[in-house]
Each structure stands twice: as structure tokens, then as C-alpha cells.
């Protein structure tokens, strides 16, 4: 089973628009990363945020953190054509930190 | 800044064939990763290593091998190639635990 799930499975949205990517995970961590994945290429880092954190911003992405209810979510603003792409969240396992489970994502289009 | 590179970048090769993954960084990272991502799933864990030398298996490691000769590179093998069998490879490398990790574009392999 998925130790790490993103929802909505898909979703589209107009250039400009602002949008967000939702994840719930099942086991303690000791951080969450989300990363995204433009087709033909492996997946890049976006935000890290650690257990102790229940906010981090990157420019126009906002990553939040909620461990009561283990989930986080990931906003962006002012979406561009260029945010199209696969987005994933990633969970280590707390004491097992060298392993990253990541969720099957959700894939964004930007539609000019 | 440093790069992580995949070799080949696609493999189409026979069932029962044993096949070789290659992947180089020049980050000087300790840690090194090979992930396995099928269409609709999320990435999966074969084989990661801490140093050289070093190889701990993950969740999916049954049918491949791996090898960490050197800290710049981190190899891996398809045993036995399954008929059908398409995915993507994904290696990556992390400055320490729990830290981002840096991914190369992908070796897709194609079994016929």
C-alpha cells in the first residue's frame, strides 16, 4: 500500500491561476519534500519542510505541514505553462531516514 | 553546481538477458539511489548506498543487483530481463540523510 498519496489524481488549470496539490501520508516523518517532474526528465526538488515546520515558501509555492493529521499540501501562484508537469510528495520514514516513499502524483497542466 | 548522468539513456533488451544500468555524479555525495518508475506509479526503491561499497537493498530489490565501485558511480543490473517490461530507472545521490536528492533524466528499458 501507498505510504505517501498526492490528490487529485489530475488537474488543469489556466495560466495565471492559482492551484494546489494535496498529500496524506501513514507513517511518522521526520520530512516531507515535494518534487516535480517535467516529461523526459527526473524528478527535481521543490520544497523541503521537516516535521517541526508547518510552513515553507519557495517563491510563487507554498508547502504546508499538518503531522496531526499527516498531510501536507503544495500551492502555487500565478501558475506559468512551465509548472506542466507530474507532481510528487516524498516521506521518509522516521529512524528509517535513508529511504523516500514517494506517491504515484498528480499531473498539472497549465493551459495558456 | 554538479550533474548526474544516465547511461544508456534507452535499453531495449530480450527476455532472460542480464542487463546494465549505469549512473556517474560528479556532487561528491555519499549516498547514491536507484529508483524504479512504472506508468501510474509512483517511484520505488531498488538499491541505495551510503558509501562506497556500501549497497542496502529496498522494497523492490529481488532481480536486480547492484554495485557502488566508486563514490562517483553506482551501477545497476537487470538479472533476468522480463518479457513485456517497461520502465523507467531513475538514479539519484543526496549530500546526507533526509537531505534532497538530485536526479539524473532515466534509462527507459524495453523488454521484447
Known amino acids: 500500500s501507498q505510504l505517501a498519496e498526492e490528490n487529485p489524481w489530475a488537474l488543469s488549470v489556466h495560466e495565471g491561476e492559482s492551484v494546489t496539490v494535496n498529500c496524506s501520508y501513514k507513517t511518522s516523518i521526520t520530512a516531507l519534500q515535494w518534487y516535480r517532474q517535467k516529461s523526459g526528465e527526473g524528478p527535481a526538488q521543490l520544497i523541503l519542510?521537516?516535521?517541526?515546520?508547518r510552513e515553507k515558501r519557495n517563491g510563487r509555492l507554498r508547502a504546508t505541514l499538518d503531522t496531526s493529521s499527516q498531510s501536507s499540501s503544495l500551492s502555487i501562484t500565478a501558475t506559468r505553462c512551465e509548472d506542466t508537469a507530474v507532481y510528487f510528495c516524498a516521506t521518509d520514514a522516521e529512524g528509517g531516514y535513508q529511504n523516500f516513499y514517494f506517491g504515484k502524483g498528480t499531473s498539472l497542466t497549465v493551459i495558456p | 553546481g554538479g550533474i548526474i548522468t544516465q547511461t544508456p539513456k534507452f535499453l531495449i533488451g530480450q527476455e532472460g538477458q542480464k542487463l546494465t544500468l549505469k549512473c556517474q555524479q560528479n556532487?561528491?555525495?555519499?549516498?547514491m539511489y536507484w529508483y524504479r518508475q512504472d506508468s501510474g506509479k509512483g517511484l520505488r526503491l531498488i538499491y541505495y548506498s551510503i558509501t562506497e561499497n556500501d549497497l542496502q537493498k529496498g522494497d523492490l530489490s529481488e532481480g536486480y543487483d547492484a554495485s557502488r565501485e566508486k563514490k562517483s558511480s553506482f551501477s545497476l543490473t537487470v538479472t533476468s530481463a522480463q518479457k513485456n517490461e517497461m520502465a523507467v530507472f531513475l538514479c539519484?545521490?543526496?549530500?546526507?540523510?533526509?537531505?534532497?536528492?538530485?536526479f539524473g533524466h532515466g534509462t527507459k528499458l524495453s523488454v521484447l
Open positions: 519542510i521537516r516535521s517541526n515546520e
Open positions: 539519484a545521490s543526496s549530500p546526507g540523510p533526509g537531505e534532497r536528492l538530485f
Open positions: 556532487f561528491n555525495h555519499d549516498t
